[in-house]
């Protein structure tokens, strides 16, 4: 039989069975929509069976099309680890790999590890998704994102988690304020002090109203904020302290905002990764997800003890 398709048809095919659209497929990898259904029709003449179940509403995989999936998928990857395993192809290797993760490893945490992978992999486009915890797992689930960076929560099931770090709460606060000099502040005393929340919106604020039941704060926060990041940046404007992980943070160097480990209790959260169990990776997001375990090991603002929640 002769095969009268080639690379481009197969990966049309498997962009719509992730993506469950012609539209979102057509866009996924950077095409036309008329082009993609060229490919597809071209790809089921040569196979002399249909592939999918088009209406005016939904795209859905026929019984061939679902029997013929695994397969493509298998003969993609396998292609795509023996390019990546050539170190003269690996540097002009073309692809993409799409990340999910919460705002609090997005904004210093992550940009180090695409900075290190760009350079390994100058021509592999990488898409960081930068959303709340509920929106991290739902981009793993739907499959718009490879793999995720969240904390520990109530997981589809069918998510796995690998547990990467516990990223310790600390006090963020400026260089000088009069808590800057402490070698460690208790958490009635940052009540004490003006400071800054995430709203009830955040999974950090449930994770740490959970943690702290018994300590009633001496007075509400100045002001409230939907992301991390958003209240280190009114930190840095000196309108108070505030509570953050300790991936949020920026490293020791920084010029203005500074870190002070908060106790009694000592509060972490479980940060990890989030993969869709029994599907495997590409070789391009094998690597990332490398890279993540590989610099999360070297970055020392998150290593310490695990402590009790």
Request: glycine share 6%; aromatic share 6%; charged share 25%.
């Amino acid at each position: 039989m002769a095969i009268n398709f080639d690379l481009n048809d197969l990966q049309a095919f498997r962009a719509v069975v992730e993506k469950g659209s012609f539209g979102k497929a057509a866009e996924a990898i950077h095409i036309s929509q008329p082009a993609l259904s060229r490919r597809i029709e071209k790809l089921e003449d040569a196979l002399g069976v249909k592939l999918f179940e088009r209406t005016t509403r939904r795209v859905s995989l026929t019984m061939v099309g679902r029997a013929f999936a695994p397969r493509a998928e298998r003969l993609l990857d396998d292609l795509d680890d023996a390019l990546l395993g050539i170190s003269d192809v690996a540097s002009t290797r073309l692809g993409h790999v799409t990340v999910a993760c919460v705002p609090s490893a997005a904004y210093y945490f992550m940009p180090r590890v695409v900075a290190r992978y760009h350079q390994l992999y100058p021509k592999i486009r990488v898409k960081v998704l930068d959303a709340s915890a509920h929106d991290v797992h739902d981009a793993v689930v739907s499959g718009e994102a490879d793999l995720g960076l969240s904390f520990m929560g109530n997981l589809d099931v069918g998510l796995e988690f690998e547990l990467l770090v516990q990223d310790t709460y600390v006090l963020a606060c400026r260089r000088d304020h009069v808590l800057a000099s402490r070698e460690s502040v208790t958490w009635r005393e940052f009540f004490e002090h003006d400071y800054i929340a995430v709203d009830k919106t955040s999974g950090n604020r449930f994770l740490l109203d959970q943690s702290l039941i018994h300590i009633k704060p001496a007075r509400p926060s100045v002001c409230e904020t939907r992301h991390v990041v958003t209240m280190l940046g009114l930190v840095e404007a000196g309108l108070g302290i505030a509570a953050a992980p300790a991936m949020a943070m920026p490293t020791a160097g920084h010029p203005i905002l500074m870190s002070v480990p908060l106790t009694e209790p000592q509060v972490t959260r479980s940060v990890g990764l989030i993969k869709r169990r029994g599907r495997t990776l590409t070789p391009a997001a094998l690597e990332l997800e490398r890279l993540i375990v590989e610099m999360k090991a070297l970055s020392p603002s998150v290593q310490g003890p695990t402590a009790a929640h």
